[in-house]
Nanobody, 122 residues
Framework: QVQLVESGGGLVQAGGSLRLSCAAS????????KGWFRQAPGKKREFVAA????????YYADDVKGRFTISRDNAKNTVYLQMNSLKPEDTAVYYC???????????????WGQGTQVTVSS
C-alpha cells in the first residue's frame, strides 16, 4: 500500500516562504514521478510542479515559475516544494502526487496525499 504524507503547510504573509514535504511509504519506486497540485475553494485541482524519478527534469505551472522549486531526496523517499515570494492567490490545499509515468495533470497522477493547507495573508 502506497502512502503519501504531506507536511509544512501553514499561514504566512505575502512575500514570505514555506517549504512543503511529502514522505512516501509502501511500495513506492524511486523512479516514480512526483508532483504537487493545489486546490483553492470553489476551484478545480490544478498542477503546480513535477519532478522526474532521477530529479533531472522538473516542470512548473506558469504562475509559479521562478518562485517555487521542486526537489526530491530518493534516499529519504521524500519530495519537497520550496515556495518563495508567496501571494494571496497561492492560498490552497496542496496535494502531493506520485505516478509511474510523467505527471502533467490530475489524470496522470496515480497516488495522492491527504493535502496540507497553505494560507497566504495580504
Amino acid at each position: 500500500q502506497v502512502q503519501l504524507v504531506e507536511s509544512g503547510g501553514g499561514l504566512v504573509q505575502a512575500g514570505g516562504s514555506l517549504r512543503l514535504s511529502c514522505a512516501a511509504s509502501g511500495r513506492m519506486f524511486s523512479y516514480y514521478y512526483k508532483g504537487w497540485f493545489r486546490q483553492a475553494p470553489g476551484k478545480k485541482r490544478e498542477f503546480v510542479a513535477a519532478i522526474s524519478g532521477s530529479g533531472g527534469s522538473t516542470y512548473y505551472a506558469d504562475d509559479v515559475k521562478g518562485r517555487f522549486t521542486i526537489s526530491r531526496d530518493n534516499a529519504k523517499n521524500t519530495v519537497y516544494l520550496q515556495m518563495n515570494s508567496l501571494k494571496p492567490e497561492d492560498t490552497a490545499v496542496y496535494y502531493c502526487a506520485a505516478s509511474g509515468r510523467s505527471i502533467v495533470d490530475v489524470t496522470t497522477a496515480q497516488y495522492w496525499g491527504q493535502g496540507t493547507q497553505v494560507t497566504v495573508s495580504s
